[in-house]
């Protein structure tokens, strides 16, 4: 049973953050600890881009639908989704309108749901299933059972989505950096974007030819050469360099259709970003 003390006006539990502020510098460094428990640590998160995937319709959804179903048997996995161009139609109503970060973030949600239920529809037959987050803690019963859940990444926190630390009204925190988060909680093995690019270029492969694809890199040495544009969020790398459980991501191109299979067997296809923590 736990122990009460008193003896300052006030009565306390004791435990080693007795009387403690939860700010103090100190007791933070005190409390970060390098063993975190993995939920499902032998689950591999799939995020589908919206933009690079999902919208080009049939001719890339339907060869990746047929790649997971096939998967499935050897690979645990969780499949997320972006929102694609009716995101982005409805991020330009919601600036027009003068709607805040939180109330942007919350809508774009909503658009999302439209692609998880096209991934779902057309995976229930290989098991897809629908996951909110009401049943997250209802995820190891699905994956036992063979399931394939499918979720959205935006938005991470709903209402409470963060002042932007970038220029501009969209929320740092898109479906690439709420994916990221949902993996980190699970402890997932492996968290895999799918685009329509090969990886992370030093620049725009379309507008320079010589431009070079990256093959590995540190969160920090990516954020530090401030590139123009990106295949993946910033936000994300921010958050990766700061993750307990999750130390890699993997950013593959979708549209060559045996970069997944891969992936998830371990190869180096794409672009590997690690953070700091990573052994």
Partial sequence: MSELVKGDGRTHISS???????????????TDSASVKSM?????MICVGGRSIMDRGAEAIIPLVDTIAKLNGNH??????????????TYSIGIDLGLPIGGLARIVGGVEEN???ILQFLLAP??????VKDHFQDLQLFLKNGMIPVCIGQPPYHFWEPPSLEAGQLPDNGPDTG????????GAMSVIYVKDVD??????PQKNPDAE???EITAKELLKMDLPDMPIERELLRTLENARTVHQIQVINGLKIDNLERALNGELVGTIVKSSRAK
């Fill in 16 to 30: 080693g953050l007795m009387r403690e502020s939860l700010v103090s510098r100190r007791l933070l460094k005190e």
């Fill in 40 to 44: 499902v640590p032998d689950v591999n």
């Fill in 76 to 89: 645990r996995m969780v499949i997320g989704v972006g929102g694609g161009a009716r995101a982005r139609h």
């Fill in 115 to 117: 692609n998880r239920d």
């Fill in 126 to 131: 290989h098991g897809g299933i629908t996951f």
């Fill in 179 to 186: 994916l990221f988060l949902m993996a980190e909680v699970m």
């Fill in 199 to 204: 990886g992370i270029y030093t620049e725009d």
């Fill in 213 to 215: 694809l990256i093959r």
